[in-house]
């Protein structure tokens, strides 16, 4: 993940669809299946983390940015979120 280029321009599952396919990860099996969605929750997760550093500081505890990160999102409500847990659950994929 460290030299994939991410492509502002495209959504964050755009970005990962291209990551995939240029690693050939491709579910056959529930194995490979399992590997597959940890490694899209790490891409997610990093990409999240660095965007969110990038347009909304490095204090990754501030209820603001995370706010804001919601809400580039584009998830309605996240001006009432509460806590960087409701946002953190609804920003980030299951996993």
Known sequence: MDKFKYDRSKTMEENWEQYAAEH?????????EEAYNKKRLAFHKKFV??????????????IEGWRGICETLGISGAESFSTISRCKKVSLPPG
Do not use: C, P
């Not at 050939?24 to 490979?32: D, F, H, P, S, Y």
């Not at 983390?49 to 501030?62: I, P, V």
């Open 49 to 62: 983390t660095s965007g969110f550093r990038e347009h909304f500081g490095r204090n990754e505890n501030a």
């Open 24 to 32: 050939e990860l491709v579910v056959t099996t529930k194995a490979k």
